[in-house]
């Protein structure tokens, strides 16, 4: 095989990243950790758990250690496979933070500016407005452009997230010289935006207040059935996918990213049907889902040495695929 062959049929790279910033919802399992299990079969995986990226909101050191421990096995516990993919705790791999500076030196603040998320948090945090939340897609285009990511699976609340990493890469290889293969976004067949419980209208997230707006994956059957039971629907009854019917909507979302049944197939199902039934119907099969990954959780959690060895891996599998990027960067900027 010439060196052309060998380039073009090695495996793509895919990348990407969770925050510790809770246990996982059933939003982060459906729209994003679920579908990674899947690409383990085709793709080169590396995924990480975020927890850089968790710093720009304040945070309590003692339970993020934790967290970010809870996180990395639950990567594990959803399906991924230390051993088919690279899963590793971001940082754990010190050419992150320093691929990062290099990188907000070629971030224009204008482009900064105009990121949603910074946006976001800093209507929601108003009394911590810090530079980290300005500077976050720096870092963010430093985690992909380590590891010369082919691909990113990116929801629609992330492409400019892509967007502003691969100018940032294009900016480099045009002032310093080619150096960063430009990340593609991968946007998944299967894949579900879920919403909260209780506001159907915003995201499910992991660090909603209200606790019964949010299924987390390692809820037990009993309090998913309770979440679901108390989801805000409307005051028809019907159980058919449209607008206005956001709670409805949200359930028949959930329910088909689990069953895998199209929306159309589930209004049959359940025509004649009322609320109570089908509600209990997507905690069921959600609770199916869940059971286990919180067997598996509780298992990794009790073997910490399996754990920490694991993750003692990991970083160093990632630091050394990250530090021939980062010293070829390092070299062509002039610093070493
Ligand atoms: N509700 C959701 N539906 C579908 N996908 C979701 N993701 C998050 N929430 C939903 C996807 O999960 C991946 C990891 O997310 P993250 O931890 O990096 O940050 P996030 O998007 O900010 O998630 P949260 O749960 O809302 O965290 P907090 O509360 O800390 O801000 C991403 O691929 C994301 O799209």
Redesign the pocket.
């Known amino acids: 095989m010439n060196e052309k062959d060998a380039v073009t049929s090695r495996r793509k790279i895919i990348l990407?990243?969770?925050?510790p910033?809770?246990t996982f919802?059933l939003?982060?399992y459906?729209?994003?950790v679920k579908n990674w299990r899947h690409l383990q079969e085709e793709y080169d995986c590396y995924y990480f758990v975020?927890d850089l990226h968790a710093l720009t909101v304040y945070h309590d050191p003692a339970a993020r250690r934790k967290a970010s421990r809870a996180a990395f096995a639950l990567l594990l516990a959803c399906g991924l496979d230390p051993e088919q993919s690279l899963v590793f705790i971001q940082s754990h791999v010190p050419a992150h933070a320093q691929m990062g500076w290099m990188l907000s030196c070629l971030s224009p603040f204008g482009d900064l500016s105009r990121m949603t998320q910074f946006k976001d948090k800093s209507a929601k945090h108003p009394e911590d407005i810090n530079a980290g939340l300005f500077t976050y897609p720096a870092l963010m285009a430093g985690d992909i452009l380590l590891y010369q990511a082919d691909y990113v699976?990116v929801?629609a609340?992330?492409t400019q997230h892509l967007e502003f990493t691969r100018n940032v890469a294009a900016r480099f290889n045009h002032v310093y010289g080619e150096t960063f293969r430009l990340p593609e976004g991968y946007f998944p067949k299967a894949g579900?935006?879920?919403m909260s419980l209780q506001e159907p209208t915003a995201?499910?997230?992991?660090?909603d207040e209200n606790a019964k707006a949010t299924i987390y994956i390692l809820d037990d059957e009993k309090t998913i059935l309770k979440k679901f039971k108390s989801a805000v629907t409307d005051s028809e009854a019907e159980i058919a996918f449209r607008e206005g019917k956001d709670g409805i909507n949200n359930l028949m979302t959930i329910y088909s990213a689990v069953t895998g049944k199209s929306l159309d197939e589930i209004t049959a199902e359940f025509a004649g049907k009322g609320y109570g039934d089908f509600k209990t119907a997507v905690g069921t099969v959600v609770a199916d889902e869940l059971r286990p990954i919180r067997e598996n959780y509780a298992r990794l959690m009790e073997d910490k040495s399996y754990l920490d060895a694991e993750i003692a891996k990991g970083a160093e599998r990632a630091a050394h695929i990250a530090e021939r990027t980062l010293k070829k960067t390092m070299r062509k900027m002039g610093l070493c």
């Open positions: 990407s990243g969770i925050q910033t809770g919802t939003g982060n459906l729209g994003a975020a699976p929801g609340d992330q579900a935006r879920v995201k499910m997230s992991k660090s």
